[in-house]
């Protein structure tokens, strides 16, 4: 069960950082489009050259570290959906309201405690001795896209049920 969670965890992270990748930068560079250019000129070459350089001097080991740092933020949403689906159980077993449980001074002992597991799960499923470098590299060799952007989809669609279905349920 931990290496499913442990491969889930790590393609909704490759899945999140490629989008971002290709999204900041590929489509929104300017000096990647301008590198097709037909035509020469040294002062855009310079630029291109220059922003080449620093493509590859924010990498650590292959993996952007801005980007990483935001493709991060789906592990810890995913550490946030597996509370609320314990708020969303405990709420339809017991049949109480959210606001009564977070109006009660609890709201920041619950925020701290969201964090705290957050981070654990992400350092043990993510960060720990590298991991996601060893998912990167595998699932880069089979490229089997559409079946890990097919989850990160759902994984996605039934994350934003459940916020939905808490909220509703408040």
Same mark, same amino acid.
């Given at each position: 069960m931990r290496k499913l969670l442990e491969k889930y965890y790590n393609i909704n992270y490759y899945c999140s950082y490629k989008l971002l990748f290709f999204i900041f930068w590929r489509m929104l560079n300017l000096f990647y489009w301008l590198s097709f250019s037909k035509w020469k000129n040294?002062?855009?070459?310079?630029? /291109?050259?220059?922003?080449?350089?620093?493509?590859v001097a924010g990498?650590?080991?292959?993996?952007?570290?801005?980007? !990483? !740092?935001? %493709? !991060?933020?789906?592990?810890? /949403?995913? !550490?946030?959906? %597996? &509370?609320?689906?314990?708020?969303? %159980?405990c709420i339809k077993i017991f049949r109480i309201s959210l606001l009564s449980i977070l109006g009660n001074g609890v709201y920041f002992?619950?925020?701290?405690?969201?964090?705290?597991c957050g981070y654990y799960v992400n350092e043990i499923f993510l960060f720990k001795g590298d991991k996601y470098r060893k998912y990167f590299a595998e699932f880069d060799k089979k490229k089997r896209y559409l079946l890990y952007y097919g989850i990160y989809v759902v994984s996605l669609?039934?994350?934003? %049920?459940? &916020?939905?279905?808490?909220l509703a349920s408040a």
């Amino acid at each position: 069960m931990r290496k499913l969670l442990e491969k889930y965890y790590n393609i909704n992270y490759y899945c999140s950082y490629k989008l971002l990748f290709f999204i900041f930068w590929r489509m929104l560079n300017l000096f990647y489009w301008l590198s097709f250019s037909k035509w020469k000129n040294g002062y855009i070459n310079r630029c /291109i050259s220059t922003n080449k350089r620093h493509e590859v001097a924010g990498m650590d080991k292959g993996v952007d570290v801005y980007i !990483s !740092s935001m %493709a !991060s933020n789906t592990p810890y /949403i995913i !550490s946030i959906w %597996a &509370f609320c689906l314990v708020c969303l %159980a405990c709420i339809k077993i017991f049949r109480i309201s959210l606001l009564s449980i977070l109006g009660n001074g609890v709201y920041f002992l619950l925020l701290i405690l969201i964090g705290i597991c957050g981070y654990y799960v992400n350092e043990i499923f993510l960060f720990k001795g590298d991991k996601y470098r060893k998912y990167f590299a595998e699932f880069d060799k089979k490229k089997r896209y559409l079946l890990y952007y097919g989850i990160y989809v759902v994984s996605l669609i039934i994350r934003l %049920a459940t &916020f939905y279905l808490l909220l509703a349920s408040a």
